[in-house]
């Protein structure tokens, strides 16, 4: 049983998705062709390539990244033989446990594409039991390999129980949910007995190929996972700020993530700086910054250390300052914002206090005006200006955080008419208010509205008309990060100090 493509429906049981033509015929057909193997290549190497500046393998231009580009989408191309021979992901050889050809290397999710295509998400109801590898690969029509990388990158999710379907779900949809969740059907799975319907409904991820799935197990495949291409352009021990037995800081780089998204863990700069620092395993993520934002993160050695840091932040005794390149002056202060408790972005402010909106506060303690970024070190980190008018100067401020809110340096320094430079989320909200002062619902500016259901209107159009997310970098920096830990036994009284700073940011970058 099928579940659709992010909706539900059910499709036939026939699964002979591949068949005696599939992907048996292709790879023999791949195996007969002259494609120079791979095996030759040094293991050590292999494993360093995902940590290696590629900044002259990414200004390279060839027939597959070429379709992604006009394509739209980073769906791979009709498979050709020579053309995966030259440009197959050689990173993959040290995991397939197919032979070593570079032939059969043909639809890996490496290279990575340079720009991310449209979601896409399927959701099952597993028909019988058996490894979830050959499952999913029989029931998408996916090559193996790519359903491994899948499951490698953490996109495959599973759950006991098939989860309610959302309210936009047809009858048809609605009937297949109830037939797999009938009480009759589940009183004759042993592996849900003794946990409630709940319990059973939630998710976990699928961490291998061979794992089991019963009959009546409910999986959801991220089959496009967000990308991170900028993962494999970074010298990563060269953003190492320190390392200790406990953690590492890291000076993250824009267009990253911290501890990767739902659909990818492992483009993450927690695995990358491991990778670089030569550990077994992961670091542990303890707090985040924006992907558009770089600067200094701790990542935990442990679990414990974990634990322990997240308690710290917990009780406000991790202290961060960020720099911001703000498109307007900002005065010197306290400012004091309310936000609309949605997680939905962008994120709604106002400076009127509303009831159960969430209280930001942030204290801008420099303002500096600065030249505007250079042409080419805009491109260089594809830098929007959402249409700004001025461009001669900006305004680097030193800010410190005084609560810690998502998106909120960025959403007040928009709301105060002064955008961070590079924020096509919220500066093209700012121009747009600019323009036409009251649009913004809770802009300086608002309008009275004749009803609450034409401000709700209003509130969606607005939010449907801005928060596109930057493409690498903004102009936000966390430069600095500090925290005490006690220690008893520690002969300097009990207690140290530690504190970091970042290298220059992105805005201060000299053109060669």
């Not at 993959?92 to 070593?100: E, F, H, I, L, R």
């Not at 800081?249 to 990767?260: A, Q």
């Amino acid at each position: 049983m099928r579940i659709g493509n992010t909706i539900w429906f059910t499709a036939a049981k026939d699964m002979k998705a591949i068949g005696a033509t599939g992907f048996p015929s292709l790879l023999a057909n791949l195996r007969s062709s002259s494609c120079r193997t791979c095996s030759s290549i040094p293991l050590s190497y292999v494993r360093t390539l995902p940590f290696v500046a590629h900044d002259d393998i990414r200004r390279r231009r060839h027939p597959y990244t070429d379709s992604i580009r006009r394509s739209g989408s980073w769906e791979l191309p009709r498979p050709n033989r020579n053309l995966y021979c030259k440009y197959s992901s050689i990173s993959a050889v040290a995991t397939s446990s197919a032979p070593q050809s570079c032939c059969l290397e043909y639809h890996r999710l490496l290279p990575c594409p340079a720009q991310n295509g449209p979601p896409r998400i399927e959701h099952f109801v597993v028909s019988e039991d058996g490894p979830v590898l050959e499952y999913i690969t029989r029931e998408l029509n996916l090559p193996p390999l790519y359903v491994e990388d899948l499951i490698q990158f953490g996109a495959v999710f599973y759950a006991l129980v098939c989860p309610k379907p959302p309210p936009t779900a047809t009858p048809k949809e609605v009937m297949a949910y109830k037939e797999a969740t009938d009480p009759s059907v589940l009183k004759n799975r042993t592996s849900i007995k003794g946990k409630t319907v709940r319990e059973a409904q939630k998710t976990f991820r699928i961490t291998h190929a061979d794992q089991i799935v019963e009959a009546g197990t409910y999986l959801r495949v991220h089959v496009h996972p967000k990308r991170f291409p900028r993962c494999y352009e970074i010298d990563w021990l060269s953003r190492i700020i320190s390392v200790s037995d406990e953690f590492v800081v890291l000076d993250k780089p824009s267009g990253t993530s911290v501890g990767g998204t739902t659909d990818n863990i492992e483009e993450s700069c927690a695995t990358f700086a491991a990778r670089a620092l030569g550990y077994s395993e992961s670091l542990k993520t303890t707090h985040q910054i924006d992907n558009c934002t770089e600067g200094c993160v701790v990542l935990a050695r442990s679990k414990e250390y974990c634990s322990t840091f997240h308690g710290k932040i917990r009780e406000k005794k991790v202290k961060k300052l960020y720099l911001a390149l703000a498109a307007a002056p900002v005065p010197i202060g306290i400012h004091t914002h309310y936000m609309r408790p949605i997680n939905m972005a962008p994120r709604l402010v106002s400076e009127d206090l509303i009831e159960r909106w969430s209280l930001c506060q942030l204290e801008v303690l420099e303002c500096n005006k600065i030249p505007w970024p250079h042409r080419l070190i805009e491109e260089k980190y594809s830098i929007e200006d959402s249409g700004w008018p001025l461009k001669d100067f900006a305004y680097e401020c030193k800010i410190d955080l005084l609560t810690g809110r998502t998106h909120q340096i960025r959403a007040q320094l928009s709301a105060i008419g002064a955008p961070v430079v590079g924020d096509s989320m919220y500066m093209s909200a700012a121009v747009a208010e600019m323009a036409n002062p009251g649009l913004n619902p809770f802009g300086l500016s608002k309008r009275d509205y004749e009803s609450d259901n034409d401000k709700e209107i209003a509130i969606q159009e607005w939010i449907e008309h801005h928060g596109k997310e930057p493409s690498i970098a903004i102009g936000l920096q966390a430069c600095q990060i500090s925290w005490n830990d006690d220690d008893e036994d520690d002969d300097n009284g009990g207690v140290d100090t530690y504190l970091f700073k970042a290298g220059l940011p992105w805005w201060r970058d000299t053109i060669q």
